[in-house]
């Protein structure tokens, strides 16, 4: 089975704890380390939000942030994240099909000019994210 972040290296199963209980995320080492920041340095896991006190450490610990100034706080180290288990940064509201449809009329341009560039790694990912958007508008899971 291949990362289901970057697509390309061979994935291990790791079990992660959430506020519904675990769940298990397949990732290759390097993403789950750029994900969850196991290599990052400790002095960033021991900051703390000034509203609530809870730490980077925390979070990573139970998946669960202190209070509403911690996203702004952790921003930085939240955003890998947010994108992996959302599949993007931006609200798409209660309509996800929109959004699904606005964002694959988006990769359809980009792998236009992905194509006139010669970037073959770049249109294998665009087509990847393409057929999980078609699997997900025609009732398909991902």
Do not use: W
Not at 86 to 115: N, V, W
Request: with cysteine; proline share 4%; net charge positive.
């Amino acid at each position: 089975m291949l990362c289901s972040q970057c697509g390309k290296n061979q994935a291990q199963p790791y079990v992660r704890r959430t506020a519904e209980g675990e769940k298990t995320v397949f990732l290759c080492p390097d993403c789950y380390r750029r994900l969850y920041g196991e290599a990052r340095p400790e002095a960033n896991a021991r900051r703390a939000c000034p509203s609530c006190g809870a730490t980077l450490a925390q979070f990573r610990k139970t998946g669960l942030l202190g209070c509403a100034d911690c996203y702004s706080v952790f921003r930085e180290e939240l955003i890998p994240t947010v994108q992996f288990i959302q599949g993007r940064l931006r609200h798409t509201g209660k309509d996800p099909a929109r959004a699904l449809d606005e964002e694959q009329r988006e990769l359809q341009g980009e792998l236009i000019d992905a194509q006139k560039m010669g970037d073959k790694f770049m249109e294998q990912r665009i087509r990847y994210r393409l057929s999980v958007i078609h699997r997900l508008l025609n009732g398909g899971d991902e």
